[in-house]
Nanobody
Framework: DVQLVESGGGSVQPGGSLRLSCDAS????????MGWFRQAPGKEREGVAF????????YYADSMKGRVTISQDNAKRTMYLHMNSLKPEDTAMYYC?????????????????WGQGTQVTVS
């Protein structure tokens, strides 16, 4: 059974950094796309960054491009999102998600597996 578990969220001052983690121990689709999304109150869920789990190729959405780095540790089956120069408008719930096909998408509905989210507050 696939379970994605996020951690690492919290409160940070503007300009600060955070590293989010996604434990994907139940995710066995080694060449498929995983990613990070975020959703602020009253707004739609939007893509942040994506990685071909196992292969390492990355893709960044415009939402935080230049301020985030997505990475993975295959041995630990963990995906990370390193966030820098955080702004108040980055305040949101951040989710990791996985697909069952080897292509990335910024559309949340294209992802079948989701974690419970981790809150990031920048103020």
């Amino acid at each position: 059974d696939v379970q994605l578990v996020e951690s690492g969220g919290g409160s940070v001052q503007p300009g600060g950094s955070l590293r989010l983690s996604c434990d994907a121990s139940g995710y066995t689709y080694s060449s498929n796309c995983m990613g990070w999304f975020r959703q602020a109150p009253g707004k739609e869920r939007e893509g942040v960054a994506f990685v071909y789990f196992g292969g390492g190729r990355t893709y960044y959405a415009d939402s935080m491009k230049g301020r985030v780095t997505i990475s993975q540790d295959n041995a630990k089956r963990t995906m990370y999102l390193h966030m820098n120069s955080l702004k108040p408008e980055d305040t949101a719930m951040y989710y990791c998600a996985g697909r069952t096909v080897p292509s990335c998408s910024e559309v949340p509905a294209d992802f079948g597996y989701w974690g419970q989210g981790t809150q990031v507050t920048v103020s």
